[in-house]
């Protein structure tokens, strides 16, 4: 794939068409919840986990929906900044102070096993979506320098430690 050296209204607009797909997406499963009144728990015939009772399910739908929703509603709302400020609308310096993208939370492999793997696929799509954006907003930020090799692998090493620590 073929580097960027800056955001350009193409690129945005492309992102922007995915996540609104993707967020549709996500709205609709979630939105069903669990599957209607003869969804068993125990019944692991689809190749699922067995679950004990119907709250583990619940409670991995809810927590799982609430931050994929958010995550999906964080890297829209990245996309918007970056369009008012292709139209226009919004300064550089405005996009800059107020448009940074919230770091994402990962998703609770417990919770992930309680769920079907159609939803995990979903979930695991928000999450690539939301880590491409972040790596573009990271580049923007620094305006697209192009570090050495050795620095880029020095900087990774420090993101990861700091992620141990």
Known sequence: ????????????EA?????LILADDVRAVFALG????????NDSKDGGPEIGDNT???LALSTEGLKTTTRMM????WLLNQRA?????????QVLR????PADRDADPKALSALEPETCELIHETIRLHG???RLDEAWRSGFEMASPARAIHSRLERRLGDLA
């Open 1 to 12: 794939m073929a580097r960027t050296t800056n955001l350009s209204r193409p690129i945005i």
């Open 15 to 19: 992102l922007y068409t995915e996540a």
């Open 34 to 41: 669990i599957r209607g009144s003869d969804f068993d728990p």
């Open 56 to 58: 583990t399910v619940r």
């Open 74 to 77: 964080h890297v829209l709302a």
């Open 85 to 93: 400020f292709f139209s226009g609308e919004l300064s550089e310096g």
């Open 98 to 101: 107020n448009g940074t993208l």
């Open 132 to 134: 491409r954006i972040a």
